[in-house]
T-cell receptor, first 113, second 112 residues
Framework: GQQVMQIPQYQHVQEGEDFTTYCNSS?????IQWYKQRPGGHPVFLIQ?????EVKKQKRLTFQFGEAKKNSSLHITATQTTDVGTYFC?????????????FGQGTELSVKP | DGGITQSPKYLFRKEGQNVTLSCEQN?????MYWYRQDPGQGLRLIYY???????QKGDIAEGYSVSREKKESFPLTVTSAQKNPTAFYLC???????????FGPGTRLTVT
């Protein structure tokens, strides 16, 4: 079945270091979405990428969508303690199933001050 | 303010009891979803609904039931048949296929 894999599962960094999480789909995606979940909180939508090779930036966060639209990455430059949380990627099912998204397992980021 | 509300935030029940979790949205979204999240785990889809009076099973529907009588509301009942009900339950909504989902604050259910 359609799967979305995300690596690494955990990442521990020193404040100021960079961080990257990778997302790979078993099938071509119409779009890729990224969410952030703070500890004890709920997932919050960050961004959606639609075009092949698309790159979007949000301050220190850079999101990329692969040329084949099967992989994506989120890169954080100079991490801060406010970046702590779990980052999920998600892509829609290839068939219309009520807007069902397939979520990756998430990458949990911890930042040591 | 527009958004999704879930209540209560924390819920405690005895084993063998059914419990209903509330989810309300005023975003005018057609699609609504229920997810379960266990510690250190990702999101697993329980049920979803594209439209009023219609819903489909997700990946882990056994032991759960839902209703969608109103566009704004999508309550989830955790029945006594659910073997491991203790978890964090998240409700979400979206405008439709492929669009971003907006999540409620979640309900932490503990069954002892």
């Amino acid at each position: 079945g359609q799967q979305v894999m995300q690596i690494p599962q955990y990442q521990h960094v020193q404040e100021g270091e960079d961080f990257t999480t990778y997302c790979n789909s078993s099938t071509t995606l119409s779009n890729i979405q990224w969410y952030k979940q703070r500890p004890g909180g709920h997932p919050v939508f960050l961004i959606q990428l639609v075009k092949s090779g698309e790159v979007k930036k949000q301050k220190r966060l850079t999101f990329q969508f692969g040329e084949a639209k099967k992989n994506s990455s989120l890169h954080i430059t100079a991490t801060q303690t406010t970046d702590v949380g779990t980052y999920f990627c998600a892509g829609p099912m290839i068939y219309n199933q009520g807007g069902k998204l397939i979520f990756g397992q998430g990458t949990e980021l911890s930042v040591k001050p | 303010d527009g958004g999704i509300t879930q209540s209560p935030k924390y819920l405690f029940r005895k084993e063998g009891q059914n419990v209903t979790l509330s989810c309300e949205q005023n975003l005018n979204h057609d699609a609504m979803y229920w997810y379960r999240q266990d510690p250190g785990q990702g999101l697993r889809l329980i049920y979803y609904s594209q439209i009023v009076n219609d819903f489909q099973k997700g990946d882990i529907a056994e032991g759960y039931s839902v209703s969608r009588e109103k566009k704004e509301s999508f309550p989830l009942t955790v029945t006594s048949a659910q073997k491991n009900p203790t978890a964090f339950y998240l409700c979400a909504s979206s405008t439709g296929w492929g669009y971003e989902q907006y999540f409620g604050p979640g309900t932490r259910l503990t069954v002892t």
